[in-house]
Nanobody, 118 residues
Framework: VQLQASGGGLVQAGGSLRLSCAAS????????TKWFRQAPGKEREFVGA????????YYSDSVMGRFTISKGNAEKMTYLQMNSLKPEDSAVYYC????????????WGQGTLVTVSS
């Protein structure tokens, strides 16, 4: 499985960005696609996820109501729509694939940088 995250950039506070996560390879086995972020000097933080098996989408409290995960047309394609961005949202954003029966993601994309200026 290969994951490609894209769409990052520089945006002013209050603005919006849409990130994409394209999956390729054995995408049939992807049970969940998760989004994480990591700011410089901080631990990696869970942002949200989509469970492909049951169609459930869930978010961390820090982004709830501002970020939206949606499905793309391609197999296991996901989008992360980020609205009302804050400087503290600045981070490298990663998408990751979790297989059924595993607690942690097995495959990670390369990350895309989001910078929110105040």
């Amino acid at each position: 499985v290969q994951l490609q995250a894209s769409g990052g950039g520089l945006v002013q506070a209050g603005g919006s960005l849409r990130l994409s996560c394209a999956a390729s390879g054995d995408t049939f086995y992807i049970y969940e696609t998760k989004w994480f972020r990591q700011a410089p000097g901080k631990e990696r933080e869970f942002v949200g996820a989509i469970n492909w098996s049951v169609g459930k989408i869930y978010y961390s409290d820090s982004v709830m109501g501002r970020f939206t995960i949606s499905k793309g047309n391609a197999e296991k394609m996901t989008y992360l729509q980020m609205n009302s961005l804050k400087p503290e949202d600045s981070a490298v954003y990663y998408c990751a694939a979790r297989f059924a029966g595993r607690n942690e993601p097995a495959y990670w994309g390369q990350g895309t940088l989001v910078t929110v200026s105040s």
